[in-house]
């Protein structure tokens, strides 16, 4: 019996590391690739150029998400469900769905686009004069939402291989179609670009899907009506939480654009980029692979308890050292990602990396509301916890200025942290296992002592124990995850007959 528990622990560990490493490192390239673009683009455009990208970017992603119902995420949920249960014909069923509200919204989208294009032109700059680019954008609109509910279908699918795939191929595609057509014929190609970027990341995603299901459209307008209904309710208040985040992130800036400056603003913008962006190749990596796994099995407590369990085991063991790196990293990360004018942030950014460590564990916790279809209890956590980030970090910035802030944020993830697990253990009978606090407890403390180091020391004492510090974390992490799994034991049996040789 106990080999039987450490077999299927085993297994899951391996499940998790082999799908975090894919999509992780897809992500590194990915990131790379978003790079060289922008270095490019840059070189190409000018800052003026840059901001035109960014603004025609924006808007197509409001329009966007505001008229696709949050189908794009909502659909995942029910074909994992459907896929877990080997009901095939249910399965293409509910696929045809999917892929007639895609198109439905999608055309939706593009109609709004044109109906408000003077609005837009005049919303993002100041003049209707830009109006027909926004006619020309709207396309954009009706690929991105079809896309979108494909790469749900996929992600439900749990044909994960191929979501990989498609994401690396479309970073590659957007540097291929982008760059050259700048070079020749300058910003009047941004919205054609931004357009056959669109084009170019639908066709490599029905590539994929349309070869493990083959398009076909729902017939029974009840059956499509129905399930559409359900995917919208959920969607919406996945989609409504999203827009309270950006609210909140609004409301912190114009505070502090107000009571300090728009110096105060890039600094912290930077801060947080910084912070949350280099986790976010282990968080993306869950997202696409671990909420599929745990809407399967969201109906039986005790498989979606070990699930998420088991999942911020090893998130935590993966982020940990990173995190302690990007303490010891950040003199050089800050430079070299913007320029020394940055380097003040730093002691925000060393304060918000705590953050990271609780964000570990409360972002699996929080997916169980949303496999169990909860959305309004999704949206209620979120709601809540976004009031106390903004009162936390107002508060922080207003006493400590940035490094106030930063604080701030730690504090925020925390209380995010105790919010979804007693939200989780109250409603639906989950239980943080010892297993996964021992591992916090474990890789935390390498944390504090990088936090000491990077804040008391300087010059080769900085350097040696900052070293030092991601060495043991480095090591604790990788100890375990030897002992927890059978893909990492093979890969290094591998490497040590290589060097023995």
Not at 286 to 310: H, Y
Not at 335 to 350: D, K, S
């Amino acid at each position: 019996m106990h080999n039987k528990g450490e077999k299927k622990r085993n297994t899951a560990y391996d499940h998790i590391i082999k799908y975090t490493g894919l999509f992780g490192g897809v992500q590194g390239i990915s990131l790379l690739t978003a790079i060289v673009r922008n270095k490019l683009v840059a070189e190409i455009l000018g800052p003026a150029g840059v901001g035109l990208i960014s603004s025609y970017n924006a808007a197509a992603t409001l329009l966007s998400n505001s008229t696709n119902f949050g189908i794009s995420f909502s659909a995942v949920r029910r074909v994992a469900e459907l896929s877990e249960q080997n009901d095939e014909q249910a399965l293409l069923r509910f696929i045809q769905v999917v892929r007639s509200w895609s198109i439905a919204t999608g055309v939706l989208g593009m109609l709004i686009c044109c109906l408000f294009s003077v609005f837009l032109s005049y919303s993002y700059f100041e003049n209707p004069d830009e109006w027909l680019s926004f006619v020309w954008l709207s396309p954009m609109v009706g690929l991105m939402a079809f896309t979108g509910g494909e790469m749900a279908i996929l992600k439900g699918a749990r044909r994960l291989r191929r979501v990989a795939m498609q994401s690396l191929l479309n970073s590659l595609c957007a540097l291929v179609i982008s760059v050259p057509l700048f070079y020749v014929w300058g910003e009047s190609a941004i919205v054609g670009s931004l357009v056959l970027v669109a084009l170019c990341t639908m066709l490599t995603t029905i590539f994929f899907s349309f070869r493990c299901y083959p398009f076909s459209l729902s017939q029974d307008k009840k059956y499509s009506y129905a399930e559409g209904r359900r995917m919208v309710t959920f969607g919406t208040a996945f989609i409504l939480a999203g827009i309270l985040g950006s609210g909140v992130e609004f409301l912190i800036r114009v505070y502090m654009m107000r009571t300090g400056s728009e110096a105060d603003v890039g600094m912290y913008n930077a801060g947080y980029l910084i912070t949350v962006t280099y986790a976010s190749m282990v968080f993306t990596a869950m997202e696409t692979d671990f909420f599929p796994r745990l809407s399967a099995v969201n109906n039986d407590v005790v498989r979606a308890n070990d699930v998420i369990n088991r999942q911020i085991e090893v998130s935590v063991l993966l982020v940990a050292p990173m995190l302690v790196a990007l303490w010891v990293a950040l003199p050089i990360l800050l430079p070299l990602f913007y320029n020394e004018e940055f380097m003040p942030v730093i002691g925000m950014a060393q304060c918000a990396i705590f953050g990271m460590y609780m964000r570990s564990v409360a972002l699996p916790i929080s997916y169980f509301s949303l496999a169990k279809g909860r959305s309004r209890v999704y949206l209620f956590t979120e709601a809540v916890y976004d009031v106390a980030a903004v009162c936390l970090i107002v508060y922080g910035y207003t006493v400590a200025g940035l490094r106030g802030a930063g604080i701030a944020l730690s504090v925020a993830a925390t209380f995010d942290l105790v919010l979804v697990w007693l939200t989780a253990r109250r409603l639906y009978g989950f239980v943080l296992m010892g297993k996964a606090v021992k591992m916090l407890a474990l890789q935390l403390p390498f944390g504090v002592v990088a936090f000491l180091v990077t804040t008391q020391l300087e010059g080769a004492a900085y350097w040696m124990f900052g070293g030092l510090c991601i060495f043991f974390s480095t090591v604790v992490s990788v100890r375990i995850l030897l002992r927890e799994t059978t893909i990492l034991q093979e890969l290094w049996n591998k490497v040590r007959r290589r060097i023995g040789r």
